[in-house]
């Protein structure tokens, strides 16, 4: 199974700071790769898919890039709705493995 | 609008059964790949299974494989997830989520059930 490895797992910044959190996968996903984000009790919500897509209605302060085995989501300008948990994952694979989670926490 | 309604979770002993169930509105249910996560207290997602749009491809993590099946009823617009042998370790939120038509990725979930496993 292809494994995918979150950092960091806990991030602490301040509103208008840019963010970037790094996932790394065990082999290459090509770009099958997508981010969400989860506040507590709420469901994910797709931010970005094929590595760098911006899904429908995601604020465009939200950015992903890479391929093969290393992917960052950015936000460019973090704003107080935007403390949350935030997973990767990949679906190159049948096994639609997530990343472990960064918790961005307020500073 | 695009909803997802889970139901069928609760209190189950250790060894015993559960069928989750996920009622779909709001799009053609039939055109669409379908997948259950779950999420443990304070942990993390966890992606459980797949199954394609027609019923015929399912896929397991190695974690459930051989004690969950998913299907679905595509003339009823639902998914469902046959749990057995249940044990502490798959006391989770289960989240239905939708596959995406521009990707393989999640694009609707519904607000989750919670199954918890315990004597």
């Known amino acids: 199974d292809i494994q995918m490895t979150q950092s960091p797992s806990t991030l602490s910044a301040s509103v208008g700071d840019r963010v970037t959190i790094t996932c790394r996968a065990s082999?290459?996903?090509?770009?099958?790769l997508a981010w969400y984000q989860q506040k507590p009790g709420k469901a994910p919500k797709l931010l970005i898919y094929k590595a760098s897509s911006l899904e429908r209605g995601v604020p465009s302060r939200f950015s992903g890039s890479g391929s093969g085995t290393e992917f960052t989501l950015t936000i460019s300008s973090l704003q107080p709705d935007d403390f949350a948990t935030y997973y990767c994952?990949?679906?190159?694979?049948?096994?639609?493995?997530f990343g472990q989670g960064t918790k961005v926490e307020i500073k | 609008e695009v909803q997802l309604v889970e139901s069928g979770g609760g209190l189950v002993q250790p060894g015993g059964s559960l069928r989750l169930s996920c009622a779909a509105s709001?799009?053609?249910?039939?055109?669409?790949?379908m997948n259950w996560v779950r999420q443990a207290p304070g942990k993390g997602l966890e992606w459980v299974s797949y199954i394609g749009s027609g019923g015929f491809t399912t896929y397991y993590a190695d974690s459930v494989k051989g004690r969950f099946t998913i299907s679905r009823d595509n003339a009823n617009d639902s998914l469902y997830l046959h749990m057995n042998s249940l044990r502490a370790e798959d006391t989770a939120v289960y989240y239905c989520?939708?596959?995406?038509?521009?990707?393989?990725?999640?694009?609707?979930w519904g607000q989750g059930t919670l199954v918890t496993v315990s004597s």
């Open positions: 709001g799009f053609t249910f039939s055109n669409y790949e």
């Open positions: 082999q290459s996903i090509s770009s099958w």
């Open positions: 989520a939708r596959g995406a038509d521009h990707s393989s990725s999640f694009d609707y």
């Open positions: 994952q990949q679906y190159n694979s049948y096994s639609r493995t």
